[in-house]
């Protein structure tokens, strides 16, 4: 399960919005709990699409902007507990690229959240959070709790 | 030599559950394999049969990235700090039909 604030999604919104149509990325901060099993965000950090040619359908995340945001997470006692980006005209569902490369990265990422935003026309129409498991991806419950003021 | 090694989130239960670990080594090659000692099953996550880097991980001396540096065998000096970082990369994959895009 992946439990986020309503400031954090509202955050990553205002991302996915502001950068429609290309593809957006980031990093869930946060803490893992009940055995790794729930992720709890407490932010959400832009990174660098470093993918010039097909940002409209493909990213790669910018290494120095995951270094960054990690090491500002270390200081905080925060640790990265999954990654969004956004699908620009497309479901929010994994795709044949996510599913690979996400594998690719290490098997053990499993214990990691995979968030994705579909943006139509340029406005947020839904978010989905996905887990690796043996290779496949699996749905999981987003729990979005009430915006803190 | 000794240095810091950062283990990012994946992989920390390969490392106790550890977010660093000081290695020694005179070189990034022989810190891996000190690391290896350390963490068992590590290595073969960050490098090939070649024991060269896979392609999907970056390695960074400080704010260096290791590639840019030459490689694995460059020197590395007490106190450094060595963070391993995916390459994190996906996309919609949104594409006409025919063979699936890459």
């Known amino acids: 399960?992946?439990?986020?604030?309503?400031?954090?999604?509202?955050?990553?919104?205002?991302?996915?919005?502001?950068?429609?149509?290309?593809?957006?990325c980031g990093l869930l901060l946060g803490r893992f709990e009940d055995r790794r099993q729930v992720r709890q965000v407490s932010e959400a950090h832009a990174a660098g699409n470093l993918n010039q040619d097909r940002s409209g359908d493909r990213y790669d995340m910018d290494p120095t902007d995951y270094l960054r945001i990690e090491n500002a997470g270390r200081a905080r006692g925060l640790e990265v507990v999954g990654v969004y980006h956004s699908h620009p005209d497309h479901p929010s569902r994994p795709s044949e690229t996510d599913r690979q490369r996400a594998e690719e990265i290490w098997q053990a990422a499993e214990s990691w959240s995979y968030l994705i935003l579909e943006v139509a026309s340029g406005r947020l129409v839904s978010l989905r959070s996905w887990v690796l498991r043996e290779g496949a991806f699996r749905e999981e419950e987003v729990r979005i709790l009430p915006i803190s003021h | 030599m000794s240095v810091k090694v950062r283990?990012?989130?994946?992989?920390?239960?390969?490392?106790?559950?550890?977010?660093?670990?000081?290695?020694?080594?005179?070189?990034?090659?022989?810190?891996?394999?000190n690391l290896e000692k350390e963490c068992p099953g590590i290595r073969s996550r960050l490098c090939d049969e070649r024991g060269e880097l896979r392609r999907f991980v970056n390695l960074f001396l400080n704010d260096e990235d290791v590639r840019h540096l030459g490689g694995l065998d460059f020197p590395v000096q007490e106190g450094d700090v060595l963070s391993i970082v995916p390459a994190i990369a996906g996309g919609a994959q949104r594409c006409a039909a025919g063979p699936p895009c890459r």
């Open chain 2, 7 to 33: 283990i990012p989130t994946p992989l920390r239960p390969l490392a106790g559950g550890r977010d660093q670990v000081q290695v020694a080594g005179a070189t990034v090659r022989a810190v891996l394999e």
């Open chain 1, 1 to 24: 399960m992946l439990i986020l604030d309503g400031n954090t999604e509202r955050s990553m919104k205002e991302q996915a919005e502001g950068g429609y149509p290309r593809e957006v």
